[in-house]
């Protein structure tokens, strides 16, 4: 069947060659016209009989699953070898070009790469034992104003912040070019350089140590290593120019400065013979970058990419959202972009949506018989989170297969609002890291350290055998009423006995046998006496070493594939505790409480790897802002749009703003970027310019953040803020203006509904 491809996808389709950049709005098929593309020039080459290939680059492992399987299911049938393509990461490129030529850079093939979270820990080791040395533990805390440096709770967000700037300053270190080695003959050898790079030099110098000494890479390392490489070896660069006829990159407004030049490179086309220099195409949406304030991503190279390209085109069109929830989203473009002279202006590039064209065969913008658009001022959070329950009841009594998407800005906001639904009783999940069945294998795991640690006490043994255990019995359908009676037949029941006496655990399972229908009670009978010869060699581990154990014990668990990855992470996060800590089983515990295992939320978000796709009918679910890109629900409410969250002005109070540190340190971001500049030799600003733009990137990726809330809506969206917010770690209110945005948003649709009530009446 031939493919109808809409007006604003036609021009596309025709492209041969040369560079063309396209931005795409959001739900505008991105996905569909590139896997499209790539199969109309895999059947071009073929019928020219060239033995060159495609390579398309993404971003997420699952996207790169996504694009191979739409792509294989394209050209199924054609007669197109499937070899001609390849999809992979840019972090997947980099590592193959490393592997391939590791003998340059002296990399063991062995190496392993760490991701952010196994990063975030070495990093967190590495300030530990900075602070070991000398008299270093007084100056992470001298940041701090003095009136507060004996504060708990201050000194606590100030080391999880510094940690964050420390990560966030080795990779954008790392950009410019500048090694530990580097720094250090400028920061520290120097002996009269007072900035902030004193501080972090000898932080990167042990964090490097740690990665060489353990045989470890970071994302980092291997798109640099893989960039020298290429740059530094003309016939290893044509090697990659030969073997590849076209690059496509996907997300491109997120791409990095480095990633950027690794694909500016291997797209050189080396064939004398044809017109253009590159055969690239980069897609994206610089409205959706959400990302790179502090992680060394920048939009602006993706939008000067289209402006210079051969060919460049908007795909305005998207069939996601209803015309009214568009009307919102295209205003918040026109009100961002017609303000010339505001801190926000040029936050958002003018892409408007458009709706797609009707009865013409493509699938069309959802129709609502009544405007679903609305937007809140409440007095205190307290009122928000009942409005969001009263927006989830209505929704689920008049529109039952309505999908729901409750986002805020931070997981603590979701942390809250569930801890709400949970005392209503309404059923949801939290989207990435946070879900309780992704951190259920962390939970079990410590339910069996904490019979370990308290093998008499008897609740905790039960709830260990029914959560780590017979909730985990494949082949068996327990209902919840039958897990009730289990504990109820469990709960006086004796942990030793249990595990070492026979005739009294036989007793006991006789008991519970009687409670189960038939088809349960061989399954069971046969998975808990497997159990329970598990609880003995439990029982007979050692404990000396933590990370041993907890490995050991998960060996005698049943978990997916998934839970095992989790495990290897923390497996390796005992590791470090032992090393640094002395920890025993107790301090392990204590971290897999949920106060504490958000640790482990970047991990993961890496397993837990969400791709774009559909919520299910009639669900609800909680997510940051940052989570739901990729995401869409019939129905989004929006939580939380305050000034400080999403500020318009340099000034507003920013949630960047460290009103607990020294007045010349409040902005320590904007003090690591300009002495970056120092070290790295670029021209140097004065200070002033430095916070002036942090601040005005800031407004602007919080301005893109609320478009991508807004455009996760199909069908109906709720826009709340709240004047009052209760900030627990200072004990009291705090009071919060609506944003710029909030008023905008509110204006627009208060006239809409007007509107809509006038033609009612007529």
């Not at 199924?76 to 990461?89: A, L, R, S, W, Y």
């Not at 497997?530 to 990370?547: F, G, H, M, Y």
């Not at 668990?557 to 839970?563: D, F, K, R």
Request: net charge negative; charged share 30%.
């Amino acid at each position: 069947m031939s493919v109808v491809y809409r007006k604003d996808q036609k021009d596309i389709m025709k492209y041969t060659s040369g560079t063309m950049g396209i931005q795409a709005v959001p739900g505008a098929g991105k996905t569909f016209i590139i896997t499209n593309l790539v199969a109309k020039l895999l059947e071009k080459m073929q019928s020219e009989n060239n033995d060159k290939k495609i390579l398309v680059l993404t971003y997420m492992n699952s996207a790169a699953n996504n694009f191979k399987s739409r792509i294989r299911s394209i050209i199924e049938g054609e007669d197109i070898q499937k070899n001609k393509f390849e999809v992979m990461t840019i972090h997947s490129l980099a590592m193959k070009i490393i592997k391939e030529n590791s003998e340059l850079i002296f990399i063991n093939d062995e190496s392993e790469i760490i991701d952010d979270y196994k990063k975030n820990i070495l990093i967190s080791d590495a300030i530990e034992r900075f602070e070991e040395i000398g008299e270093n533990d007084k100056k992470i805390p001298s940041f701090i104003k003095k009136e507060k440096r004996n504060d708990s709770k201050t000194l606590d967000i100030w080391r999880r912040e510094f940690t964050s700037i420390v990560l966030n300053s080795i990779k954008l270190l790392k950009y410019a070019n500048v090694s530990e080695e580097k720094l250090k003959s400028i920061v520290v050898d120097s002996g009269d350089y007072k900035g902030i790079m004193s501080i972090i030099s000898p932080i990167y110098s042990l964090y490097q140590d740690m990665l060489r000494q353990n045989g470890l890479m970071d994302y980092d390392d291997i798109l640099i290593y893989a960039y020298n490489i290429l740059l530094e070896n003309e016939d290893i660069a044509r090697e990659y120019q030969e073997k590849y006829y076209y690059i496509f990159e996907d997300e491109s407004q997120d791409s990095n400065s480095i990633q950027g030049k690794i694909i500016d490179i291997i797209s050189k086309n080396t064939d004398k013979k044809i017109k253009y220099k590159s055969n690239l195409v980069r897609v994206g949406d610089v409205n959706q970058s959400i990302t790179g304030t502090f992680t060394g991503s920048d939009p602006a190279s993706f939008i000067d990419f289209c402006k210079n390209a051969d060919f460049s085109y908007n795909m305005n069109m998207a069939s996601r959202s209803s015309i009214d929830v568009i009307n919102v989203a295209n205003d918040l473009v026109k009100y961002t972009t017609g303000e010339a002279e505001s801190d926000f202006s040029k936050s958002l590039e003018p892409l408007f949506i458009e709706e797609v064209e009707k009865e013409l065969g493509y699938k069309e913008n959802p129709k609502i018989d009544k405007y679903m658009i609305n937007a809140k001022k409440l007095k205190s959070e307290l009122e928000e989170f009942e409005a969001v329950i009263k927006i989830i009841n209505y929704i689920k009594k008049n529109y039952p297969e309505y999908s729901i998407g409750v986002l805020s800005f931070s997981n603590i906001d979701v942390d809250n609002l569930s801890e709400k639904l949970d005392a209503f009783e309404i059923e949801y999940d939290k989207l990435g890291a946070d879900s309780k069945e992704r951190k259920k294998v962390l939970f079990d795991i410590k339910l069996i350290i904490d019979f370990l640690v308290k093998p008499n006490d008897n609740n905790i043994f039960v709830d260990m055998l029914i959560n780590a255990f017979i909730k985990r019995f494949s082949d068996t359908e327990i209902s919840d009423e039958e897990f009730i009676n289990i504990y109820e037949k469990l709960k006086n029941v004796s942990a030793e006995n249990f595990i070492y006496d026979d005739e009294y655990f036989e007793e006991v399972i006789n008991n519970i046998e009687d409670i189960l229908n038939q088809d349960n009670k061989d399954f069971f009978s046969k998975k808990i006496k497997k159990t329970r010869d598990k609880l003995v060699k439990i029982c007979e581990l050692s404990q000396i070493n933590p990370a041993k154990l907890v490995e050991s014990v998960s060996e005698l668990m049943e978990l997916n594939s998934n839970e095992r990855s989790l495990v290897y992470y923390l497996v390796f996060y005992i590791e470090n505790l032992v090393k640094y800590e002395d920890a025993d089983l107790s301090r392990v515990s204590i971290s897999l409480d949920g106060r504490y295992s958000r640790v482990f939320d970047s991990a993961i978000d890496t397993i837990y790897e969400i791709g774009e796709h559909e919520s299910e009918p009639g669900s609800v679910t909680l997510s940051t802002l940052h989570k739901s890109k990729g995401m869409e629900w019939d129905a989004v409410i929006i939580c939380g749009v305050n000034n400080s969250t999403f500020p318009s002005k340099i000034t507003d109070y920013f949630r960047v703003d460290r009103r607990y540190l020294r007045d010349e340190f409040k902005y320590p971001e904007a003090f690591i970027n300009r002495e970056i500049d120092i070290v790295s030799g670029a021209k140097v600003k004065n200070m002033i310019y430095y916070e002036l733009d942090l601040k005005k990137s800031l407004i602007s990726e919080r301005v893109r953040l609320l478009y991508v809330g807004i455009t996760r809506a199909k069908k109906s969206l709720m826009i709340l803020n709240s004047s009052e917010k209760y900030l627990e770690y200072i004990g009291k209110n705090i009071y919060r203006k609506n944003s710029v945005f909030f008023d905008r948003m509110q204006s627009y649709i208060n006239e809409e509904r007007l509107k809509e009530r006038n033609l009612n009446d007529k």
